[in-house]
């Protein structure tokens, strides 16, 4: 905007000299600057959808380097049950050791494809969610997980995921939901080891677990807090130091926080 800024005040104010009221430039200067903040809002919502469709085309086949540069240095990886991984080099060294090297191999069937992505971003323009489901098809059967990640933007301007968290509602093998679905909650049974516990073991088909929204209502402006009780267990006592810290790490946005601008898109 700001090589366009004096071409668009001057056709702004050209018109005010007939008006019997003219807007002063203070106010037409006020209205490129609100103009200005929408447009930057809508590249930022853009940006970030942008990455997180990104990393599921990277997840297609294998591109592991390039998937990791989606993250920031400091961000944490929640999949499934597994556990939260901490920071670039151990995201990468997650998709390495549990998918393989980098590369799509002969035999292998992996596609990521996202739906529903409900973008959002801070006042301050620095931090952004999005909430998208998305379906998988691999060799190992049919998996739904549901995203809730946060992004981070960088002095370069571009936008990182800094949180990714994607619990499963239902994985299932070939044989399909009906006939045979099964937890996803194995936080001991990968390699590698993750740096902390799961922030929460929730349940997946045939049980029921409503991940938390990260925004409000739309329409009230109310938050919709369920009720993760009943849906699954901590992995470790509640009011240990080792849970509490995973919860300050991985635990997701409840929509009770004031993260997103009201008004939508």
Known sequence: MTGLRPVLLAAIAAPMVLLAAPVSAETASAKLDALDGRITRLEDLNQI??????????????????????????????????????????????????????????????????????????PDGKTGWVRSRAFVMSIGGWGLPLYENEYRKGADGKWRISRLTGPFTMY????GWGKWAMNN????????????????????????YIIPFHYPNPVTGKA??????????????????????SLTIGRMADGTQP???????
Not at 172 to 175: E, I, V, Y
Request: aromatic content about 12%.
């Open 49 to 122: 959808e942008r990455v997180q469709r990104t990393y599921g085309y990277f997840v297609d086949k294998s591109q592991w380097t390039q998937l990791a540069e989606l993250f920031t240095d400091d961000a944490t990886l929640e999949i499934g049950g597994k556990g939260i991984f901490t920071g670039k080099k151990r995201v990468l060294e997650y998709m390495q050791t549990v998918f393989g090297p980098d590369g799509a191999k002969e035999g292998m069937l992996a596609n990521h494809m996202q739906f529903e992505p409900v973008p959002d971003v801070a």
């Open 172 to 175: 299932t093998s070939w044989d």
């Open 259 to 265: 993260i997103a601008e009201q008004g939508g898109n």
């Open 224 to 245: 919709f807090i369920p009720d993760r009780g009943p849906a699954g267990a901590y992995a470790a006592p509640p009011g240990t130091a080792e849970q509490q810290h």
């Open 185 to 208: 909650t194995w936080p001991d049974k990968f390699d590698p080891p993750p740096d902390l516990p799961p922030s929460t073991v929730y349940l997946t088909y045939p049980a029921y």
